[in-house]
């Protein structure tokens, strides 16, 4: 069964950055295109941005500019790096496959306010 392990999250204030992480316990990581989602209290999960096993990325049109992410093969690690954030970030972010293949994780909490 892989396990996915998400950290990085935290309280940030608006306009602040955070670096999310993602490890993934599968050996074959790299073939997978991975994605990180998001669910925001009271709605439903979406996907946020996705990279292939190319590295060919793809956003929502909601943190184009804003967000970035990568991966590590070798790591079985994919990192969300956010920028600018707004409230309307706040959420529980998630990884996983694309579409989403394996149990989600914990998640981890971003929380942006002043």
């Known amino acids: 069964q892989v396990q996915l392990v998400e950290s990085g999250g935290g309280l940030v204030q608006p306009g602040g950055s955070l670096r999310l992480s993602c490890a993934a316990s599968t050996s074959i990581f790299s073939t997978y295109t991975m994605a990180w989602y998001r669910q925001a209290p009271g709605k439903e999960r979406e996907l946020v941005l996705s990279?292939?096993?190319?590295?060919?990325?793809n956003s929502a049109d909601s943190v184009k500019g804003r967000f970035a992410i990568s991966r590590d093969n070798a790591e079985k690690t994919v990192y969300l790096q956010m920028n600018n954030l707004k409230p309307e970030d706040t959420a529980v972010y998630y990884c996983n496959a694309v579409p989403p293949k394996w149990a989600w994780g914990q998640g981890t909490q971003v929380t942006v306010s002043s």
């Open positions: 990279i292939s096993s190319g590295g060919g990325t």
